[in-house]
Nanobody, 124 residues
Framework: EVQLVESGGGLVQAGGSLRLSCAAS????????IGWFRQAPGKEREGVSC????????YYADSVKGRFTISSDNAKNTVYLQMNSLKPEDTAVYYC?????????????????WGQGTQVTVSS
């Protein structure tokens, strides 16, 4: 069973930083990719970034490009999302998900269930 556990969220002032972690289990981590998504109140869930565990390919949404950095520790089956220069509009619940692949222009279909999410709140 695919299991994903997010952590690292919190309250931070605008301009601050947070690092989110996504611990994955229940599938062959090295063969797939992990995506980060977020959902703000009243809005649809949107993709933020992804990373391929096999070749390290990454993708970033335009809204976070240059501020967020995704990385993977395959030995720990864990993906990180370093978020710098945070803005109030980054406030959301952040989720990670297993996806079939990650390419420079996006990611493949999600499989397995969502994690429980981690709240990120950026105050102005």
């Amino acid at each position: 069973e695919v299991q994903l556990v997010e952590s690292g969220g919190g309250l931070v002032q605008a301009g601050g930083s947070l690092r989110l972690s996504c611990a994955a289990s229940g599938f062959t981590f090295d063969d797939y990719a992990i995506g980060w998504f977020r959902q703000a109140p009243g809005k649809e869930r949107e993709g933020v970034s992804c990373i391929s565990s096999s070749d390290g390919s990454t993708y970033y949404a335009d809204s976070v490009k240059g501020r967020f950095t995704i990385s993977s520790d395959n030995a720990k089956n864990t993906v990180y999302l370093q978020m710098n220069s945070l803005k109030p509009e980054d406030t959301a619940v952040y989720y990670c998900a297993a996806v079939l692949y990650c390419l420079g222009h996006g990611w493949g279909p999600r499989f397995g269930s969502w994690g429980q999410g981690t709240q990120v709140t950026v105050s102005s």
